[in-house]
Nanobody, 121 residues
């Protein structure tokens, strides 16, 4: 089995920065992609950013130039550096990973429990 644990959320003022982490653990064979999604109250869960195993990244238009996704393959950890934060970035941020694991027949899609990010003065 695989577990994803996010950390790094909190309260920050507009214009501030936060760095989220996503620790992937378990009987892991390979981590194909790591992605971040977010869900604001009363809204659907939206894509934020994704990074492939080779380092290729894609971002939602709303965060381009402000957020940076990265990963440390040796640590099985993904990161989301968030700069120039705006009140509209307030949401629960979820880590998502496609992982092949020992005992699994194919790669599976896994989610973390989410971490709250609140941008407010």
């Amino acid at each position: 089995q695989v577990q994803l644990v996010e950390s790094g959320g909190g309260l920050v003022q507009p214009g501030g920065s936060l760095k989220l982490s996503c620790q992937v653990s378990g009987t892991i064979d390979s981590i194909y992609i790591i992605a971040w999604y977010r869900q604001a109250p009363g809204k659907q869960r939206d894509f934020v950013a994704v990074i492939a195993s080779g380092g290729t990244t894609t971002y939602a238009d709303s965060v381009k130039g402000r957020f940076t996704i990265s990963r440390d393959n040796a640590k099985n950890t993904g990161y989301l550096q968030m700069n120039s934060l705006k009140p509209e970035d307030t949401a629960v941020y979820y880590c998502n990973a496609v992982v092949s694991w020992v005992g699994g027949t194919r790669p599976d899609n896994w989610w973390g429990q989410g971490t709250q990010v609140t941008v407010s003065s």
